[in-house]
């Protein structure tokens, strides 16, 4: 079964996952924001299980000058080898077996066919338990993108 907490920027998505994961275990990863003396300046990948932290995504004017492989927006600057360090951690969750899955969080990227988008599919290709976390204007685009018809709807406020 897919659950899909979904929410408003900011309303919670990232804290109901940690919770979720507290409750029921399993494994998978989170976006912590990273903010430094008041000032938001990206998100960090980390996984649940271990702790294991990789930064991610950064604000464009704070984005470390040493990343060199990069994919740019408007707004943020991915890093490219943290797409790699969660589909790393997401195949030997799938292989484990560990169950449910979390994935924190799915947004434009993935539904123009970027980012986690072949991990989702594999995920959701997998049959377990899964928790992934979007804002509620993606909801119908997310499904219709990896063709899920069974879930169910955490929301979040």
Known sequence: MVHI????KNSG???????LYAAHGGDGFISNK?????IFYG???????SGESIDFIYENKYA???WEDTLKNIRFTFYRPAFDTAYHWMHAIIRNEDSPIYIDEVGKLELNKQGFYEMIKDVVNSNKEI???????????FLE???IT???IIKVS
Request: no cysteine; aromatic share 12%.
């Open 43 to 49: 998100y960090q990948l980390t996984r649940l299980s």
């Open 131 to 141: 928790y992934i976390a979007l804002r509620e204007l993606y909801l119908v685009q």
């Open 150 to 152: 069974e879930y169910a």
């Open 145 to 147: 993108a990896f063709t």
């Open 34 to 38: 990273i903010i430094q003396n008041g």
């Open 64 to 66: 470390p000058v040493h």
């Open 13 to 19: 998505k990232t804290t109901k996952i940690k919770n």
């Open 5 to 8: 907490v979904t929410g408003d």
